[in-house]
């Protein structure tokens, strides 16, 4: 769930905490995807800044951007990369656009995924005091029941299985092998990521990332996807008491790697941090590459 979500108390995190309203960005390479308008989205999708970040919310409409590798270093492998912000906003810079960056400069083929939204009140104000009465609850990691979760994120789920057909159906153009398309996910885009991964034929993720999501447990089947996890002990949100998660895929005889940062707080994603939370990409792309995802695929056309 990360909605600029990182403790103004750590040192580390930019300057800039309050949120500032912007204009909506031009994403000219933008995809709409097809998924129906989000029943009950009144509110015209806006933008914000927060953290030296963009936000967005209200998104009734669901699109996939692509970030494509230099055509000489591509590898065929591709990733969905689905920003956090507790289902009400989407980190779409530090947890979209930044970790799309990084992965086409090692080659692989990059699709930021703005997935629907809950529906926020207009004013920027209304948002941030909403924001504030949700965090005075329980903790996400205290409220997620994994027996109704993946149901609630029907609409979500709807925009990644059309994001993998999107992406499978123009494989060839983008010269993807369309049997290493893998997901990364961001707290609340980490729980989508999972929920992808478990539920429905339609994605089937050849490899995930669950970045700063929760931990709960779920049933694991025995052809479930090779799981990558990095969170911080800090975590003032997800405050793992335990790896309920790892130990389910482990169970399940699939291949699973976990990195518990002693700190690095929630929401650190792409920002540059005084914390060895800040090796998570390096760590995952090394990963990926421990698992042939970063050699070049003979099923490619380039």
Same mark, same amino acid.
């Given at each position: ?87 009400? =906003?989407?980190?779409? +810079?530090?947890? %979209?656009?930044?970790?799309?960056? *990084?992965? @086409?400069?090692?080659? $692989? &083929? ?64 983008? =010269?993807?092998?369309? +049997?290493?398309? %893998?997901?990364?996910?961001?707290? *609340?885009? @980490?729980?989508?990521? $999972? &929920? ?107």
């Amino acid at each position: 769930m990360t909605m600029a979500s990182t403790p103004s108390s750590d040192p580390a995190v930019p300057e800039k905490h309050g949120m500032t309203p912007i204009a909506v960005p031009a994403q000219p390479d933008a995809i709409e995807l097809g998924t129906e308008p989000l029943p009950g989205a009144s509110v015209l999708e806006s933008w914000h800044s927060e953290y030296g970040s963009v936000f967005a919310r209200n998104v009734g409409i669901a699109t996939l951007t692509p970030f494509l590798p230099d055509p000489a270093t591509a590898t065929g492998t591709a990733v969905i990369v689905a920003p956090g912000g507790g289902f009400m =906003s989407l980190s779409m +810079e530090n947890e %979209g656009w930044d970790v799309a960056r *990084a992965l @086409a400069a090692r080659g $692989v &083929a990059a699709f930021v995924l703005k997935y629907r939204l809950k529906p926020t009140p207009a004013h920027l104000d209304d948002f941030a005091a909403a924001i504030r009465e949700m965090l005075a609850g329980p903790i996400p990691s205290h409220r997620h029941d994994p027996a109704t979760a993946l149901g609630a994120l029907d609409p979500q789920i709807a925009d990644a299985h059309a994001a993998f057909a999107l992406v499978r159906s123009r494989a060839a153009e983008w =010269s993807i092998d369309p +049997e290493r398309v %893998g997901m990364v996910g961001f707290s *609340a885009g @980490a729980m989508l990521t $999972v &929920a992808t991964a478990l539920v429905g034929e339609e994605a089937k993720p050849a490899f995930i990332g669950d970045i700063y999501g929760p931990l709960t447990a779920f049933e694991v089947p025995d052809d479930a996807p090779p799981l990558f996890i990095a969170l911080a002990a800090d975590d003032g949100l997800m405050d793992p008491s335990g790896f309920p998660l790892v130990e389910n895929w482990r169970a399940a005889g699939r291949p699973v790697e976990l990195h518990f940062y002693e700190r690095g707080g929630h929401g650190f994603g792409m920002y540059p941090k005084e914390t060895t939370s800040t090796g998570w990409f390096e760590s995952f792309a090394s990963w990926m590459r421990m698992h042939g995802l970063l050699e070049r695929s003979g099923a490619t056309s380039a």
